[in-house]
């Protein structure tokens, strides 16, 4: 099996499913009850949530737990419009956000609030200067995704960050579910004020995740409840998740930089092999994206049937977004990018993970090839 | 980020004449210890600073820590360029670049190196008109700027420092001997450590606890205020003493209303034989006057008697909103308000005497057994070395 559909989700590592296991056999109490079973859940909590900030090189008290990247967003963008909607009603997304932060950007749309989307270049980039443009006095929020999920862009939100920096009463949101361990972004002195990571994109458990919400930030909460995550966050902890996704956070970060670079160097083989199929035509581009993944259409084949095909021999990659594959139309991002909407619907999603080998893309390269000009015989 | 390393300079401790290079010494000692965690640092002692090479370890990381380490009184990032006044201006602008949110600035450029052809007040002309001419945001405060960008011209290099940081102050850890201070698990008493512990003291903590009055969880509590409190002192001891059998003791031969004063009394009592055991010189409180019945001076008064030695107590003069801010900025507050009950808080009369008095506490402790409830309680003291590796394995598998 060649699993090419890292950006969907990723296999866990065997070590967090021993923790699953383990914490969920011992530390089954409640963290909240008050004897000593629940003392010990506590305690466990507390490690976790510690170990998380040593990691990210920011406080505990700035960690708040959630089950994942849409619910991040969700409150990040909900909770922090709503938490400062008395200062100002504008706020600023790009076009090619996640389902998670655009969908819940056409909600505040509903309830009064004023949205700018930016545009995006033929690379999938927004501008700086765009943005500042866009950018007013009664802004409250910025939301932004470092790395996009379909063609893996890198957008300017260090940039962005800087400027934010001297600009108290505007919060900065990134969405760095796919950038995280991919592109690092330093938290602490990059000018972000809230920030969504999702476990199972690096190997952790699903339902899994973490908001980072810098220390003053106010959130108004999505669930009423009985105040777990200082308030912010109700419901029952996921403990065993929990303890799953900062054991693989650690797991992770400890192979960061090697991991970083070994997969330039199999997105560099995917590039130069991709060049030797006459109708592929890359989407990615090749300066200012992250190292994982590579945005294609294979002109002339439909992107399902080339998935199809592709998973005869085992090997799978993903058309658009995995949440939103199941929506009829071409990828949002690709034509925002200019894209034709033909070619968009021939476009899949080749994303990688630290343990892909080089071996495997060779494989996939290969198949690809052989796949591609059977398909052209077929559909001719 | 611009920088590659940090300048630390010295605060008191420069003034202690033919002790300060123990001081130093110590202080060096310290920051080692503390950076410990990143092999790449080089750190070099000079006559009033050190200087932290990055080598690329984390600025954020390292500058939080070295916030933490008393005897610092400030901190600049820095780095170092050519002498040639194109190198200087340009330095200078990459600092006036990187500091974003400064409206005003200032330059202090100095020689160190006296046969540099520019003198220190037609640099600063050069380097504030090159600012001002290049960053159309900033403008020109010698007074109160927000910016204030340092250069010091040497013979082979120039250093230009980012702003200034300001460290915790104080003495060196260690440097002032040994306190024993009474941690309560509310606010007061880490404040107090703190600021001890600032003075340059070495603190020992002790902890008095009552199961299944109390539970595993006040133990935590003190446990984890005790973890916060080594980010500043480095090692950290804590003596937890069994005081159930004193307070059902109390409880039933005291009034009510004395119960609060007699306690106390046990627990300086105790407190003083565990400060000789183990060589402290003083023992120390968080109290402050008149904040609650124990702590009038009527009350201290009575409950002081029982010892013969000094009792430090730094928040003395304070305010609750004001320590409340102090455990806030250490990070002890959330800790301190976790609702467990602790040893203080059971039993608690319904109205205790604000003004006790030595006459009556003395005659109510002849109906106690005061001499072997004290030996027993300091008999079974548990010492737990609070210490950075202390690290549960069972949970680190797990994470």
């Known amino acids: ?380 | 980020m611009i920088y590659d390393y940090f300048v630390v300079r010295f605060g008191e401790i420069t003034l202690k004449g033919k002790n300060k290079k123990q001081f130093v010494v110590k202080l060096e000692d310290d920051v080692r210890e503390k950076l410990r965690e990143f092999p790449q640092l080089e750190i070099k002692r000079h006559f009033d600073d050190l200087e932290i090479k990055l080598n690329g370890e984390d600025s954020a990381s390292v500058l939080a820590i070295l916030q933490r380490v008393f005897g610092i009184q400030n901190i600049s990032p820095a780095f170092k360029v050519g002498t040639e006044l194109d190198q200087i201006r340009e330095g200078v602008l990459r600092v006036a670049n990187e500091e974003k949110g400064a409206k005003t600035f200032k330059i202090a450029a100095r020689r160190k190196d006296k046969r540099y052809p520019i003198h220190g007040s037609e640099l600063n002309q050069d380097l504030g008109a090159t600012v001002l001419r290049q960053c159309d945001w900033l403008k020109v405060d010698v007074h109160r700027p927000d910016l204030l960008i340092r250069v010091e011209v040497g013979y082979h290099e120039a250093r230009i420092y980012g702003k200034e940081v300001k460290g915790a102050g104080g003495l060196p850890v260690g440097t002032s001997g040994k306190v024993m201070l009474l941690l309560s698990g509310g606010i007061d008493s880490p404040v107090a450590s703190y600021l001890i512990a600032r003075r340059g003291a070495t603190i020992e903590a002790i902890h008095f606890q009552s199961p299944p009055y109390t539970s595993d969880r006040a133990k935590q509590k003190v446990i984890d205020l005790s973890k916060k409190l080594r980010g500043f002192t480095g090692k950290f001891i804590l003596h937890l003493v069994p005081f159930t059998e004193a307070q059902v003791a109390i409880r039933d031969a005291v009034p009510e209303d004395y119960r609060i004063t007699i306690m106390r009394r046990l627990m300086f009592r105790i407190a003083e034989k565990a400060a000789i055991q183990r060589g402290a010189l003083a023992l120390a409180t968080g109290e402050s006057l008149g904040q609650v019945a124990s702590q009038t001076l009527e009350s201290m008064n009575t409950i002081n008697s029982v010892t013969n030695l000094p009792v430090l107590r730094p928040l003395i003069t304070m305010d609750k909103i004001d320590i409340a801010q102090i455990a806030k900025d250490i990070d002890t507050y959330d800790i301190s308000i976790r609702p467990y009950e602790d040893c203080c808080t059971i039993f608690l009369p319904k109205a205790p005497r604000t003004r006790p008095d030595r006459i009556h506490a003395e005659r109510f402790e002849r109906k106690l057994a005061v001499d072997e409830l004290v030996n027993a309680a300091v008999h079974g003291i548990e010492t737990l070395v609070i210490d950075a590796d202390t690290k549960e394995d069972a949970i680190s598998d797990l994470l």
Do not use: W
Request: proline share 3%.
């Open chain 1, 1 to 380: 099996m060649i699993y090419l559909d890292n950006s969907a989700t990723t296999k866990p590592y065997p070590e967090v499913l021993d923790t699953l296991r383990t914490v969920s056999e011992h530390y089954f109490a409640n963290p909240s009850s008050l004897h000593s079973l629940g003392g010990k859940s506590e305690m466990l909590l507390t490690r976790s949530r510690e170990q998380a900030a040593s990691l990210l090189h920011i406080d505990p008290s700035e960690i708040v737990f959630t089950s994942g990247g849409t619910e991040g967003n969700n409150l990040a963008i909900k909770g922090a419009a709503f938490a400062y909607r008395n200062r100002g009603k504008h706020l600023i997304t790009t076009a090619i956000e996640h389902a998670s932060a655009g969908h819940a950007f056409e909600q505040l749309e509903t309830l009064g609030f004023e949205v700018t989307y930016l545009p995006v270049n033929s690379e999938g980039r927004i501008s700086f200067e765009q943005f500042k443009k866009a950018y007013r006095e009664d802004t409250i929020l910025v939301s932004i995704m470092h790395v996009n999920n379909e063609v893996g862009t890198i957008q300017p939100v260090e940039e962005i960050g800087a400027f934010l920096k001297d600009k108290p009463k505007t919060v900065f949101h990134v969405d760095q579910v796919q950038g995280f361990a991919k592109v690092p972004l330093q938290l602490q002195t990059s000018g972000i004020d809230l920030c969504t990571i999702s476990g199972h994109k690096f190997h952790g458990p699903k339902g899994t995740g973490l908001l980072y919400v810098r220390k003053g930030t106010l959130l108004s909460p999505l669930f009423a409840g009985g105040g777990q995550e200082q308030e912010r966050r109700s419901g029952t902890e996921n403990l065993p998740g929990i303890c799953g996704m900062v054991k693989a956070l650690r797991l992770t970060l400890e192979h960061q930089q090697e991991g970083i670079n070994h997969l330039k160097r199999l997105q560099k083989k995917l590039f130069d092999g991709l060049k030797n199929i006459d109708n592929a035509s890359v989407h990615t581009p090749e300066q200012l994206s992250a190292a994982h993944i590579v945005n294609v259409s294979l002109l002339g084949i439909k992107a399902e049937v080339l998935v199809h095909a592709l998973e005869k021999n085992e090997i799978y990659v993903s058309t658009k977004s995995a949440c939103s594959s199941k929506e009829n139309g071409a990828s949002g991002i690709l034509v925002a990018m200019g894209v034709s909407p033909d070619e968009a619907e021939q476009a899949i999603r080749i994303s990688m993970a630290y343990e892909t080998t080089e071996q495997e893309i060779d494989v996939f390269l290969s198949t690809l090839a052989e796949t591609v000009n059977q398909l052209k015989i077929v559909m001719r």
